[in-house]
């Protein structure tokens, strides 16, 4: 065991470069926002002058316009817009009708639909002004070692949506650390009121050990699993177990690792090809 402030200093300050695409190639996010809203002609002009404007996607510059905005490219471009009352879908979801050059024809796409942005490609999807701001938050779990400890940081990406803008915030809300054979867990928030999530000034440890990671999203993007060689997880096969179970949604790091503590033996049963039994037994013993 260590001092709070040796675990403190171990935690990685910044997430891997590619956790916001990872978490979009696990489809724990969407990959971006188009958002549009109805805007007046003598705008709809002006706005074809910016510096910023792809292409007018209408069919003539009579039809009436939608100002569309795309996060990944932060084009801007013009579609017609169709009014709510009478061209609602059966979801009464606001729609636009616009030129698209894959299909080389004329289209009708929604609140909501997943398109491919006209200026740079990228599947975005559609959100209405009426639908902005929204806010997600999603987490992941992502593994380093330090000082010979594996640590599990769960990090937190917000991204906040609205007309015309997008912003991502990252950040580390939980730290598990399995230094030797015990676990120590360090938060960096606190439940306030009504279960919202409070930002503490600096990481805390917990007194009582809890498992709050159970299943998690875990990272297994472009910086790879750290090796655990040299520490005393060497042995614990725990990246076998990732491959066995993770798309079974068997993978429990830190359940299984306070397991392989106790147990040492456990490892045979991932050697074996028992994930799945290891899961089970995990899942009957905590209640998850
Ligand atoms: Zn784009």
Redesign the pocket.
Known sequence: MRTTEEYRAMIPEEPPADLVAEMVRQELLDSGH?SFKCIGFEEAYARTRDDDFYMDLRESFRKRPALLW?S????EMLAEYLPSDSKKNEFGRRRIRYYDADFNEVVERSNADVIF??????K?VLRSAADLPRTEQKFMVVPTVAAGCLMLTKWCVERRQFVGGERLYKNAYEAYIVDGGCAVKLAHYKRGLYWNMLRLEEWKQNKRFEDRLTCPYFYDGAEGRPSLDGTPLENAKLWEYLDQSYEKNDFYPVAYLRLYAKHQQVENLITAGFAWLVADGIRRETNY
Do not use: L, Q
């Not at 990944?72 to 084009?75: H, R, S, T, V």
């Open positions: 188009m795309c990944e490219c932060e084009k942005c006209p200026s740079c490609g990228k975005v």
